[in-house]
């Protein structure tokens, strides 16, 4: 109910802009942010970046899951040589790495997530500046992202051809990212 009550408003600003406007006066476009995101040589560095953290801690969780699987196995060998309290510190030993490896894991789902935050935001905020650009310079009046809200655009519309190359082509000129 609230997205038609949006949308419905949203509809009837922009036909008051474009009244007060005129017809010619009004230039819409839109962009498709996850092309952006997926196919700028920004976003593409940030995936290789993401990727290779991913990998670091994949190897780090593989080893410590083999190092307590080995001494799970070692405990449960062990089971009726071990004395009463040489079986309990073993047992207690184990939990306590095994609660460090809960851990880990997750602090380094954590570290991800807050990594991919960080590299989507950085690559919005250079975005965000060259659309403000782009949007100036060919005198439109509203830029959009594409989304499941946009119930129809004309592709004729579609900016994100374009503002992918201009995005690339800033980020040449300055190399210091």
């Known amino acids: ?3 038609i009550i949006v949308t419905l408003i949203f509809t009837v600003s922009l036909t008051i802009a474009s009244v007060a406007l005129g017809a ?3 230039k819409l476009g839109f962009v498709d942010i ?3 995101f997926l196919n700028s040589d920004a976003g593409k560095q940030a995936t290789e970046q993401y990727a290779a953290k991913g990998r670091n801690y994949e190897k780090e969780i593989k080893s410590r899951g083999e190092e307590l699987k080995r001494m ?4 449960e060998r062990q089971t009726v040589l071990l004395s009463e309290s040489a ?3 073993k047992e207690k030993e184990y939990q306590q790495k095994l609660k460090e490896f809960q851990r880990y ?3 380094a789902q954590e570290d991800l997530q807050a990594k991919e935050e960080e590299l989507t935001n950085k690559i919005g905020e250079e975005f965000y500046k060259v659309v403000q650009d782009y949007g100036r310079k ?6 959009f992202v594409k989304d499941n809200r946009m119930i129809y655009t004309d592709d004729k519309a ?8 201009s995005f690339n082509a800033s980020r040449i000129k300055s190399p210091a990212r």
């Open 158 to 165: 579609d900016l994100t051809e374009e503002l992918l190359k």
């Open 72 to 75: 799970k196995d070692d405990l």
């Open 24 to 26: 010619d006066g009004l």
């Open 87 to 89: 079986r309990s510190a």
């Open 1 to 3: 109910m609230k997205r």
């Open 34 to 36: 996850q092309k952006i």
């Open 138 to 143: 060919n005198g439109y009046t509203f830029i």
């Open 105 to 107: 894991q997750k602090d």
